[in-house]
């Protein structure tokens, strides 16, 4: 009899743990951040040395005007500032204020000039060549996205296609196929030979690749300009090989 209600005990502390575990496990909806400020004036400029792209935003009474390079001026919708907002606040934007540098041994490579002022005060200057501040890479390419569909473009016309790794070595070949259709593909290369595949949704200036063979990994990049580049908060990575925050994966 001692010996069945032992057993008992233990079945019903084991199902709690359990229970405990799938409950810790599901995932809670994150609610959208309040943006901390509003922008007053904003400047993205980028040149590849190929195509260099210029975003300034103005405000006027109330409303918004982005110029994006020489065009004619449209108003930007109000959610779509309170967003740039939002990625200047997730990638600590702030601390770029004041960079200046440049790496002239690389050849090529990307000249940029970013400011900002904000209602609370803020005031952002920095520029630089071939040499970046902390997350420049994917604030950068969130923000430049968001003003693209901004002007109209559909990125899901303009994401879809083949993109390679920029690393060397190991990974070197790793490849991200990305269709039209909603899904995706990639290989991690010969060392690897992991293939996975899943579906891609877009938001804001990013997409969200979410693996669905298995494995069930999700990974966010930034997307624009040909270039896919991953952004290592809140991505799961990949199997074997793990990307550093900032990789990039050229359109071919």
């Known amino acids: 009899m001692a010996q069945k209600i032992k057993k008992i005990l233990w079945f019903l502390i084991t199902l709690f743990l359990i229970s405990g575990s799938v409950l810790a496990e599901t995932p809670t909806p994150t609610p959208t951040p309040t943006p901390t400020a509003d922008i007053l004036r904003f400047r993205l400029y980028r040149n590849d040395f ?6 300034e935003i103005f405000l006027l009474g109330d409303a918004y005007y982005l ?5 004619l001026p449209i ?7 309170d967003d740039l907002v939002r990625i200047i606040d997730k990638y600590d934007v702030r601390a770029w204020d004041g960079f200046d540098d440049s790496n002239y041994e690389v050849d090529d490579g ?3 000039y970013f400011s900002a002022v904000l209602t609370d005060g803020t005031s952002i200057y920095a520029h630089g060549q ?10 950068a390419s969130l923000m430049e996205g968001l003003l693209l ?33 909603g899904s995706y593909s990639f290989y991690e290369g010969p060392l690897s030979s992991y293939m996975g595949e899943g579906s891609w949704v877009r938001e804001q200036g990013s997409i969200i690749l979410n693996e669905e063979n298995g494995r069930n990994l999700i990974n966010y990049f930034a997307a624009g300009n040909d270039v896919l580049v991953f952004i290592e908060r809140g991505s ?13 994966f050229f359109k071919q």
């Open 149 to 181: 569909r901004a002007d109209g473009e559909t990125i899901e016309e303009d994401i879809c296609g083949i993109y390679v790794y920029e690393g060397e070595g190991f990974g070197g070949n790793f490849t991200i196929i990305v269709n039209n259709d």
């Open 110 to 112: 990307e000249f940029y």
């Open 75 to 81: 108003i930007l919708d109000p959610h779509d500032a």
């Open 67 to 71: 110029y994006i390079n020489d065009d």
């Open 50 to 55: 190929m195509m260099p792209q210029n975003y």
């Open 130 to 139: 071939n040499a970046f501040p902390c997350n420049y890479s994917p604030a």
């Open 236 to 248: 799961e990575n990949f199997p074997y090989i793990h990307l550093p925050d900032g990789a990039r």
